[in-house]
Each structure stands twice: as C-alpha cells, then as structure tokens.
C-alpha cells in the first residue's frame, strides 16, 4: 500500500509517495505564482493550486512507476491562515487572500480594542494578527461588500484542494487555530468569536482532527489528478504542524527550528498551554490531543541573505556563496568581538510584535572585518530564535532536544552555534520535506498503515547527526545574549521614529 502527502506551499505544491516499505518513491513540485494587487497585499487563485496538484500527482506517479490503484490514502500539509471563500454552488468567489497579507491591520486593531485582547486570548489562546481569518472576513465585509454577501462557505488552502478531491466541505483543528475562531483549548469553534466578528456559523466547515478521514477520491477527481476512484483522503495539517510531525516532534521534550527566511521555534505538549500576553502561538498539534507552542521572527535566513547580497555588491565578492559567508564567519571567535546584530530587517513577531523594529549592528569598531559581520549576524538570528526557546521554557515547557532543519541545519557551524545559545543538544534527520512527509504520515495513520504518530515517526525519522553544547562558547553567549536583550527596549523608540522619516 502507498501513501501520497501532499503540500500546497506558498511557492508551489510539492507530492511525496511513500512505497510499501516507507521509503520516497518520487518527490516532485509544481510552482504557481502570487500577485501583489496593492502593497502589503497577497493573492493566490485557488484554481492553481488544484492543476498543480493534479500535475503533480501525475507526475509523482509516473517517476515512481505506480499503479494509481495501489495508492490507498493521501494527506495535506498546506499554508495557513489563508482566506478561501465558496459561494452557494461551491464555486471561488475571489482569489485567496494568503498568510503574508497585510490589508486587514487596521481591522485587527479596531476589533482587538472592540472585542478586548483579554477575552480573545481567553477563548482562541492567540492575540488577534492581521493575517488570520477572522479579520480579513470582516475587511471583505467592508470593503468587498458584493463579495461578502456571495459567502456561503470559509475554507483553508489545503482544504480547498481536499474538497476538489472528495466533493466534501471539511477542515482539521491545527489549520483552524489560525483562523481567531475556534477554542484552541477545547479544540471546537468558539461561539463567542463567531458571535463577535459576526460570521455566521454556517458558513464555517466541520472541524475534525488531522488524522481523520474526510471522505475519498471522486470519479471526477480521479480523472483530473490521475489517482484512483475511492482513495482515502485523511483531513491533513497547517504546514507548521504538518512540518513538526514530519520532523519527529511526538513526543514531550523534543522542540524544531526551521531557519528559511523567517524563523520559527515548535514545541510539542500534552496539554494546552499558552502566554498569558500571547508573545507565542498557541495552536493545535496535528497529532491527536496535542497541542504547540510556536515563536515567530521575521528575518531569520532573510538576514543573512541580505548580508550576502550586500557583499557581493563589493569589489571581488560578486560570487559570494552562504559557504563562503559560513567560511568567513568560521574565523571569528564566538560573540564577535563584542559585535551585535539585531535581526529586524523587516520588524519583528516574536517576542516584539513590532512593524516598525529595524536592524542594527551594534559595537562596530575598526577591528571589526567581514568576517566579524558575518558572525554576528549568525549570532543575532540564534539570539532572536532563543528569545522563543526562552519564552517557553519560562511556561515550564521541556526542551531537550531540538530538530534543526532549514538551511541552518545544512551548517556545521550552525549547528554548533544553536547548540550553544540554547544550551541543548541540536540534532539533523533524514528528512527533506517534512511538511509532506508529515501529510504522508498522517494519510498512514487514517488509513491504518500506522497505529499512532509516534510509530510513524519511529519507522520514517531517522537522526542523522548530533551536536552538544561547548560549555565554554556558551558561557560567552550566555553573556552577549543578556546585552542583545537589553539592546530592543533601548532603541524601540528610535525605530519608531526612524519609521516617520
């Protein structure tokens, strides 16, 4: 029996097929592009994320030499937050407004002061953010009012596309976090939301969890995609959830750090658990009766592309790759000699939710060469994800261990430099695409292959490298993280200024 898992990323969708013994028979992606009507905004037609899927599907299964039939059950990881909106016939109404859109700011704010911050916490664990759900369905009904009054259905990305396969309208309870109008804590829509942002409760869909089934392929869907009439869809994962499973976080103590171009911080726990100011994401797990906390910086891997490009832009440097930048890092010692850089080229999330915080390199002096940049920079971006590690384990939350993927993890010095800041041991996998092998992994569980996330984990996930802590390097950090802190709270007001000019 194979398994497909399925992720409708932002840049494209990507297909994983697992073969009977759980090994990748294919791994293929399918790209679609995104349009910026205004600035700030962000916009993707659903239309093509089901023709990128279908492709492929086809292709996956083409590559991988499978009969369609012997693909018993697929899956979904996909982007969260994004607004997918359904008239009465079950058609898109208007392109989906995606995670990274911003036109609902100045709604976020006026429910936060209608609704108060106090009783939104309270029933969705999470503030209020201009990218949920809620607030870009409230900017529709203002501004879109013809498109407003079309509403009949409210749906995620990824639940589009399982709609498209099965006829069925559905969504799971880690992709509905998101949307400020489920109970996070009792993992159900909260009335009180729904009442107060004034969506009516029909249009939102059933809410299962991630391992469920859904429904199965249609023979419509069959012909467009390639699969098999009858195919098992499972409800699937938001892509931070679905990414977390895949990387092996099942378990209490075990933490992820993905360092793309933002950066993002996931623990697993047992029970809820929140910030009492909301500073992390309190959201559901994928697995079954878990949920997570997740911290957010904006410009983690951004930073150090822009140090890059900003020194190719100097004479013999044109061909600078991230090799040669580690290289150059490599040779200065740990803290920089007293340089610090602030990653916040473009604000921050966690745990300042700042759109006005900017980037700094603190304590030049004429000692100080390329190579000090560069390591500083690595350093304020491991400074900026412990700010999260820290957060958490002042709520009591174990972290014992933390799986590093991203570009980061592709680093030896890296590593060593996480390991060091956190104080805990860093370890790497055999995982490529955890987002799609986590949807994978949860079409296994629907469909029987697996009993439970940890015994899927236990027969995919494999560690392939481990890093401890140099107690001596983290003495050092331990010291140039107290003066990072303090550098924030002191310039917060100069960057609010520097915003005007």
Known sequence: MSVLGIDIATSGTKVILLDDNGQIAANVSEEYPTSSPHPMWSEQEPEAWWRATCQAIRRALAESNTDPAQVKGLSFSGQMVGLVALDEKCKVI??????????????????????????ILEETSNPLFATFVAPKLVWMRRHEPANYKRIRHVLLPK????????????????????????????????????????????????????????????????????????????????DQPAQALGSGIVKPGLCSVTIGTSGVVFAQSDGHIQHPNGLLHSFCHSVRGQWYLMGVMLSAGGSYQWLRNALRGLTGL????????????????????????????????????????????????????????????????????CDSVSLMRKLGTRIERVYASGGAARSVLWRQMLADVFQTEIVTTNVVEGGALGAAMLAGIGTGRYKDAVEAAEALIEVTGTTSPDGKASERYRQSYGIYRSLYPTLRDTFQALSGV
């Open 94 to 119: 208007r392109p989906c407004i995606l995670w990274n859109d911003q036109r609902s700011a100045e709604v976020t704010a006026e429910l936060t002061g209608t609704i108060g911050l106090e009783k």
């Open 159 to 238: 639940d589009y596309v399982a709609f498209r396969l099965t006829g069925v309208i559905s969504t799971e309870v880690s992709d509905a976090s998101g949307t400020c109008l489920l109970n996070v804590r009792e993992r159900k829509w909260s009335q009180v939301m729904v009442n107060a942002m004034e969506v009516p409760e029909e249009w939102l869909p059933p809410c299962t969890e991630s391992d469920d089934i859904v429904g199965t392929v249609t023979r419509k869907a069959a012909e467009e995609s390639g699969l098999a009439e009858g195919a098992v869809v499972v409800a699937g994962a938001g």
């Open 318 to 385: 044109s061909e600078l790759s991230y090799d040669d930048l580690n290289a150059l890092a490599a040779k200065a010692p740990a803290g920089a000699e007293g340089l610090i850089f602030l990653p916040y080229l473009t604000g921050e999330r966690c745990p300042y939710d700042d759109p006005h915080a900017r980037g700094a390199l603190v304590g030049l002096t004429q000692r100080h060469g390329p190579g000090h940049i560069a390591r500083a920079v690595m350093e304020g971006i491991s400074f900026g994800l």
